[in-house]
């Protein structure tokens, strides 16, 4: 029985020591080739030009929406935007002048750069991405973002977080043990 006991607490405590999780998937991603991105510039960081940028926001996708959802492709998109961008500068200029904002906007469908970000588990990679940009007034303040090919904006207006690159890869997985190896050999000798 010493025997049998020795060798079943080796097995345990190697198959502990070396079991290691499988690595997790990669995280899904979409290169800049692949995606149009959307973005709106507040004028300042004050609470109201934060605000009107969000209105901005609200009536730019209020609007978009029935027009892209269901585009087959990031060219038709394109094609769509380009058709509505004068349209896009009177909605926004209309929402400012509601709002009583002493600034206009401007509209460009541009390439631009942007940082690694995330949008839930997509992890959208540093890189040069086709844009709708607008900029409301100077310019100079915190932007919102989404994806308006493939139509996440769409999904959920919240869930776009900026991550800093070295953060863009998945977590490792960590396992816990419930057992330790003196539980297991407790329990095991007070069955023997």
Not at 147 to 176: I, R, T, W
Request: glycine share 6%.
């Amino acid at each position: 029985m010493s025997a049998f006991f020795h060798w079943l607490v080796a097995l345990v405590s190697s198959w502990t020591l070396w079991y290691q999780a499988p690595p997790p998937p990669p995280a899904p991603s979409l290169s800049p080739g692949q995606v149009i991105r959307f973005r709106v510039i507040a004028n300042s960081d004050s609470a109201y030009d934060q605000a009107v940028k969000l209105k901005v926001r609200d009536a730019e996708l209020r609007f978009l929406e029935p027009r892209l959802v269901g585009l087959p492709s990031r060219q038709a998109t394109w094609a769509e935007l380009e058709r509505e961008q004068k349209q896009l500068g009177t909605i926004a200029d209309k929402v400012l002048e509601q709002n009583g904002a002493p600034y206009s906007a401007a509209v460009h469908l541009t390439t631009t750069s942007f940082p690694t970000k995330s949008y839930g588990t997509l992890i959208l990679p540093a890189g040069r991405y086709q844009a709708l940009l607008i900029v409301l007034g100077r310019g100079a303040g915190h932007n919102w973002w989404c994806v308006l090919y493939p139509s996440l904006c769409f999904v959920d207006l919240n869930n776009g977080l900026a991550v800093p690159a070295s953060q863009a890869a998945a977590a490792p997985v960590h396992l816990k043990v419930r057992w330790g190896i003196g539980n297991f050999l407790r329990l095991l000798s007070s069955v023997l």
